[in-house]
Nanobody, 124 residues
Framework: QVQLVESGGGLMQAGGSLRLSCAAS????????MGWFRQAPGKEREFVAG????????YYADSVKGRFTISRDNAKNTVYLQMNSLKPEDTAVYYC?????????????????WGQGTQVTVSS
């Protein structure tokens, strides 16, 4: 079992920045690829960013490429999502997830463990 706890969400004006954190506990963190997903009201949960177990490979949704950066600190069992140049369309509940895979996958169904989510609201 892996427990994931997100933090860092909040209310921000368009153009601002937020940094989300996801702290993991349980099974060795390094065994998992990690992903960030988001879900806006009335929409499907969508992939935002993913990072491989070593941090050497990262992937982003086209909608956030160049604005968001995913990183991980395996010594702290934590994955981060730095979000810059926020837009109102980034408003959603953001979830981190762990996948027992060495490679990053973009399908939510591939992930084994999920956090409870943190709300990000961007005002125009």
């Amino acid at each position: 079992q892996v427990q994931l706890v997100e933090s860092g969400g909040g209310l921000m004006q368009a153009g601002g920045s937020l940094r989300l954190s996801c702290a993991a506990s349980g099974r060795p963190f390094i065994q998992y690829a990690m992903g960030w997903f988001r879900q806006a009201p009335g929409k499907e949960r969508e992939f935002v960013a993913g990072i491989g177990w070593s941090g050497g490979s990262t992937y982003y949704a086209d909608s956030v490429k160049g604005r968001f950066t995913i990183s991980r600190d395996n010594a702290k069992n934590t994955v981060y999502l730095q979000m810059n140049s926020l837009k109102p369309e980034d408003t959603a509940v953001y979830y981190c997830a762990a996948d027992r895979s060495f490679s990053v996958r973009q399908s939510a169904g591939s992930y084994d463990y999920w956090g409870q989510g943190t709300q990000v609201t961007v005002s125009s």
